[in-house]
Every structure is written in structure tokens, then in C-alpha cells.
């Protein structure tokens, strides 16, 4: 079973920036999952954030992503990335990569005003 690390996650002032790393274990055939970003605020549902097809595009985005947030991978590397970009106090919350259909455990994102 694939295993998924999310890294890269802190504590940043609204406006700054941080860049989220996700690497799976099962490397052999990574090129060929969709890979997807996911978070989870304090006492809301999990929400969609962005996706990224095995050949690196297309990209799709959240309303709340687009524009702010970028995701990208390195298959050589066997990793996605998310930039998170202008970031605001609600973009808080714990951000989950799935690789097909399995999660990492998150790293968490906290932004103060």
C-alpha cells in the first residue's frame, strides 16, 4: 500500500508564503496517480483544494486556491508540491496529499493576522 508525507507545513503572518511537499513510498508507478491537496479547518469538513494529473497537467484549483496556491510535481523526484501563496488567516487548517486513494497524515498550516 502506497504510504504518504506531507512536509512543510508552519507558521506564517497573512500575506506570506510556504511551500508543502508530499512524497509517496510507492514510487514505481507514481507518475501514473492523480495526486490531490485536501485541508481541514478547526471544526469544519475536509475541503477540496487542488489536483494535478500523473503527467503534470492538467491542474485543477479551488475557488479559494485559484489565483494564491500552486501545485506542481517532479516525477522524477516522486513528489507533488503545493505553494501556498498570500496567504489569510482562513487558509488554517491541516493539509492532506492523497496519492490515488491514500492520505498522508497532514502537516499543519497556521496562519495569524
Known amino acids: 500500500q502506497v504510504q504518504v508525507r506531507e512536509s512543510g507545513g508552519g507558521s506564517v503572518r497573512a500575506g506570506g508564503s510556504l511551500r508543502l511537499s508530499c512524497e509517496a513510498s510507492?514510487?514505481?508507478?507514481?507518475?501514473?496517480?492523480?495526486v490531490s491537496w485536501w485541508r481541514q479547518a478547526p471544526g469544519k469538513e475536509r475541503e477540496y483544494v487542488a489536483d494535478?494529473?500523473?503527467?503534470?497537467?492538467?491542474?485543477t484549483y479551488a475557488d479559494s486556491a485559484k489565483g494564491r496556491f500552486t501545485i506542481s510535481r517532479d516525477n522524477a523526484r516522486k513528489m507533488v508540491f503545493l505553494q501556498l501563496d498570500s496567504l489569510k488567516v482562513e487558509d488554517t487548517a491541516v493539509y492532506y496529499c492523497?496519492?490515488?486513494?491514500?492520505w498522508g497524515q497532514g502537516t499543519q498550516v497556521t496562519v495569524s493576522s
Open positions: 494535478i494529473n500523473g503527467g503534470g497537467g492538467p491542474t
Open positions: 510507492e514510487r514505481s508507478f507514481f507518475g501514473a496517480y492523480t
Open positions: 492523497v496519492v490515488g486513494q491514500a
